[in-house]
T-cell receptor, first 114, second 114 residues
Framework: NAGVTQTPKFQVLKTGQSMTLQCAQD?????MYWYRQDPGMGLRLIYY???????DKGEVPNGYNVSRLNKREFSLRLESAAPSQTSVYFC?????????????FGPGTRLTVL | AQSVSQHNHHVILSEAASLELGCNYS??????LFWYVQYPGQHLQLLLK??????LVKGIKGFEAEFIKSKFSFNLRKPSVQWSDTAEYFC????????????FGKGTKLSVIP
């Protein structure tokens, strides 16, 4: 049981390049999330998927797209990277119901955009 | 919209000192409350959570938090900190009425001096 996994761990891009961050969970959770973490800002929600087949914008969705490929996988795409997207990106999945409403986080992807 | 305030940006303590980290939220309805910890270079881990019942919640590693509804607060405490508690601590809240979103505070960095 690996929990939430993310690839890659580190990535350096040039301005204008595109890339996809991958996230997978093996806990059979319905909901999945993408956050970005910046110094002094805490975690801010980019997009989330309440269940397979649905996605919704969070607090800071501009410049990103997501795909909920299946119940296990939720990817985040940067179509044209900008230096302002330099951040650490965390994926999370959520177990809900029965008094156990908790999000579990992956190890993160550290992205630098030059 | 819900929001979370953490009063201290950086706290520095000596080993064996007592810890209290403040957290206040703004939301008029029923909430679930969480404290997450992020050790240097690692992902977020759940420290403790409150859903209902006894407002004094005990978590891992000797941490506890008290929910005071009248003050919209959920402060984290530990009677005696250790060097290994050096980390960043995040308070988070979600509205219980069907919300999929977790709102985080900006975090409090704790440095424990041996």
């Amino acid at each position: 049981n690996a929990g939430v996994t993310q690839t890659p761990k580190f990535q350096v891009l040039k301005t204008g390049q595109s890339m996809t961050l991958q996230c997978a969970q093996d806990m059979n959770h319905n909901s999945m999330y993408w956050y970005r973490q910046d110094p002094g800002m805490g975690l801010r929600l980019i997009y989330y998927s309440a269940s397979e087949g649905t996605t919704d914008k969070g607090e800071v969705p501009n410049g990103y797209n997501v795909s909920r490929l299946n119940k296990r996988e939720f990817s985040l795409r940067l179509e044209s990277a900008a230096p302002s997207q330099t951040s650490v990106y965390f994926c999370a999945s959520r177990l809900a119901g029965g008094g156990t409403d908790t999000q579990y986080f992956g190890p993160g992807t550290r992205l630098t955009v030059l | 919209a819900q929001s979370v305030s953490q009063h201290n940006h950086h706290v520095i303590l000596s080993e064996a000192a007592s810890l209290e980290l403040g957290c206040n939220y703004s939301y008029g309805g029923t909430v679930n409350l969480f404290w997450y910890v992020q050790y240097p270079g690692q992902h977020l881990q759940l420290l403790l959570k409150y859903f209902s019942g006894d407002p004094l919640v005990k978590g891992i590693k000797g941490f506890e938090a008290e929910f005071i509804k009248s003050k919209f607060s959920f402060n984290l405490r530990k009677p005696s900190v250790q060097w290994s508690d050096t980390a960043e601590y995040f308070c988070a809240v979600n509205a219980r009425a069907g919300s999929y979103q977790l709102t985080f505070g900006k975090g409090t960095k704790l440095s424990v001096i041996p």
